[in-house]
């Protein structure tokens, strides 16, 4: 350590403070990405103009169902996938506290107190009759103050702290994905379970439907008008469907078990019982291409994540440049406690000192080149984001149409199905008609009913999707904000 003194002191601190913010990385713009100005599949959909700095609100009450708001709102405080996201935020954030530490000076308070002595080979007596070993005993007491700083001159320091804040804010918008995942997953299975409920009731009044039906067979058969084989067809019929009701229930136990593990509960403790299904599909305007940048977090981490990358290429740069550190300390000692408070005892120190690394192989610079290829990886990777987040929300408001078009055809397909079974039911029980047709008409019935409910919750579960690609919500009264 080179001792310096208040003048020399002061010159070097001016020095230092004048060079300081001398950043050597690379300055940050956020990366182009592909974009178009309208979607190709948001013909007939309504214009939003969201906002990414705006809260979203809980989008799953556009619904209108209680208990989907109940059972959503019970994510954010007990799915454990959201636990893991909020406690890896939480350490991110402890992260850029702890470097932010290394821009301010380290304080140190050390003490100590030793003891020692020697003995003598030859003992002799005093005259007063006690003995001297020929040895002594010596006490010592050391207490000192000390600080040190390294003054960010490269902008080293300054570069892990931004791209450590660069890093919580990117672990801030897993975060978000997190929740939106796990309600938008929830919302799909509640879905799907609520279209169970409606399957199991259709197959279960065609159950009874058949049963009636086996009965006018034997009925006949007895009368001596039908043959076996069309009570054997009957009874084949009212098997089929019977297995089919225990297959829906067996769905419907699956689905509950995961909705269960959604909202944090045990699935043997939980249980939904089978309620009012709203049929809602709420309409989801959609923006322009340029908001889904701001809005969707998992491209608000990947563009987080860009920036943190950028930001280690200057730490890696300023290895090319010397360290330069700044020390004090202030302490005294003394072989007794009282000496460590008396002027007379005291020493301090004021030192600068520096390093260069003068030859390393060639490390300094392939750490850089490291840097740059994990930042053009960044990159990378959120281009390939925003790529996969224009094709996720074109096929969701592909299908929002096809689906809408395809629930009246079904509804229509499924008003004539009805009605060819009750006709061929009524010719067979005029003798008109083989029973083969009946079965036929009462099979190709039941598909149609079932398939128009099923579309009915595709419906819903594209339009929770859809919600999902586009982030989560939107505004449709406030400007375009600016990205962070």
């Not at 080179?2 to 990366?31: E, N, Q, W």
């Not at 059972?71 to 470097?99: K, P």
């Not at 008008?225 to 019929?237: R, Y």
Request: aromatic share 6%.
């Amino acid at each position: 350590m080179i001792p310096l003194s208040r003048m020399h002191l002061a010159i070097l601190a001016a020095l230092t403070f004048s060079v300081a913010g001398c950043a050597v990385g690379p300055k940050y713009d956020v990366p182009a990405s592909a974009a178009s100005p309208v979607y190709k599949e948001a013909e007939g959909f309504v214009v939003a103009v969201p906002a990414d700095t705006l809260e979203k609100g809980p989008w799953w009450q556009l619904f209108g169902d209680p208990v989907l708001n109940q059972l959503a709102e019970s994510v954010d405080v007990s799915n454990q996938n959201v636990a893991v996201a909020v406690a890896n935020y939480a350490q991110a954030r402890a992260i850029v506290a702890q470097q932010r530490a290394t821009l301010f000076p380290t304080v140190d308070l050390t003490g100590g107190a030793d003891r020692s002595g020697t003995r003598g080979r030859n003992a002799t007596v005093n005259s007063n009759g006690t003995v001297n070993t020929g040895g002594g005993v010596n006490n010592n007491y050391q207490l000192s103050i000390g600080a040190s700083w390294e003054p960010d001159i490269w902008g080293r320091l300054r570069a892990g702290v931004t791209g450590a804040e660069a890093s919580a804010q990117a672990s801030a918008a897993d975060l978000a994905a997190a929740r939106l995942s796990a309600q938008g997953e929830l919302a799909a299975n509640y879905f799907s379970l609520r279209e169970l409920d409606a399957e199991i009731d259709i197959v279960a009044s065609t159950i009874e439907g058949y049963e009636r039906v086996r009965q006018i067979t034997s009925n006949r058969f007895q009368a001596g008008i039908a043959a076996k084989s069309d009570v054997l067809q009957a009874e084949t019929q009212l098997a089929g469907a019977q297995d089919t009701a225990l297959g829906l229930q067996l769905q419907r136990q699956q689905i509950e078990h995961a909705i269960a593990v959604l909202v944090g509960q045990a699935p043997s403790t939980f249980t939904l019982a089978k309620a009012e299904w709203k049929q809602a599909v709420p309409d989801v305007p959609t923006g322009i291409p340029s908001t889904l940048l701001q809005r969707r977090p998992d491209i608000a981490a990947a563009e987080r994540r860009v920036a943190s990358a950028n930001e280690q290429i200057g730490v890696a740069r300023a290895a090319y440049y010397p360290d330069i550190s700044l020390s004090a300390s202030y302490g005294t000692a003394g072989s007794v406690v009282s000496d460590l408070f008396r002027a007379s005892t005291a020493a301090w120190s004021l030192g600068l000192s520096a390093a260069q690394t003068l030859f390393n192989a060639g490390a300094t610079r392939a750490a850089v080149e490291g840097a740059e290829a994990a930042q053009q990886a960044a990159v990378a990777s959120y281009r390939q984001t925003v790529l996969t987040a224009f094709a996720d929300v074109e096929n969701q408001l592909s299908s929002t149409r096809v689906l809408a078009q395809q629930q009246v055809v079904r509804k229509q397909q499924s008003d004539a199905a009805d009605q060819v079974e009750a006709q061929f039911l009524n010719r067979y029980k005029a003798g008109q008609v083989a029973y083969t047709d009946v079965v036929t008409a009462q099979a190709t019935a039941l598909s149609a009913r079932r398939s128009l409910v099923q579309v009915q919750a595709d419906r819903q579960a594209t339009a929770v999707a859809l919600i999902q690609s586009l982030g989560g919500g939107w505004h449709a009264d406030v400007g375009t904000a600016a990205r962070r």
